[in-house]
């Protein structure tokens, strides 16, 4: 935690940055739906290039934010929807080919919590939760962050876009029901992105979310070709 203040200057002045922050992150799974994980921290940022991000990845920057890690994942992602807003005012620009609903996506959420709104929030996400234990087909990975005390923020992994539509907008009557007030009345800075994983490497809990979520999908579309 002593590192966060540096490692976030420094990465201001990586070459081709656009915006990036340290996170810290949350378990979505406990009774009261997330509470903070102190061991495990995300670096997210945003470049002009492929060249500059690659550049930074080879940083003492990341050698320093990794290097008493037990477990590091990386990934390297490329937008193709923004849903709405921009992340501390950066929007992405999009990628021209879309996303195939049968694609792997990582979801990544961003907003603040207006603070009589707090306990509101906690319980509906709560129940969101535990709708996605039991009914979200397809989640392969997710984590709540932060980057600071009123952030209330997910990262998730999904076997396909149509998985991730389906939970939000179809599947969860919880989802659904909160999606208008946490817009308009819960949350500020509200941001949305859908992002095609393009390279991957090392284990988060043990695996490769985006090669887990790639294989869930091909096994999906060879189910559906045996069993139309």
Known sequence: MT???RINKEIRQAPGFLEG???GTGDLKPPIGGAPVFRRWALLVAFRSDEEMKEFQQSRTVDEFTDRAREVWRASLVPTRVGRG??????PEVDPVPHDDTEPV?????????????????WNNKRVVDQQRTTADGLIAQLGIADDLTATS???????????????YRRSPAHKAVIKP??????TQNFSARFRMTESSGTWD???????????AEELARLRTTHP
């Open 3 to 5: 590192r966060i203040s």
């Open 21 to 23: 922050r340290v996170f």
């Open 86 to 91: 921009t992340w501390r005012g950066w929007r």
């Open 106 to 122: 990582l979801s990544l959420t961003y907003s603040h919590i207006r603070t009589p709104y707090v306990p509101a929030f906690l």
């Open 154 to 168: 997910t990262l998730s992994v999904w076997r396909s876009q149509a998985d991730l539509v389906d939970f939000a």
């Open 182 to 187: 946490s817009l308009t009345k819960w949350q």
């Open 206 to 216: 043990g695996r490769d979310p985006a090669v887990a979520a790639r294989l869930a």
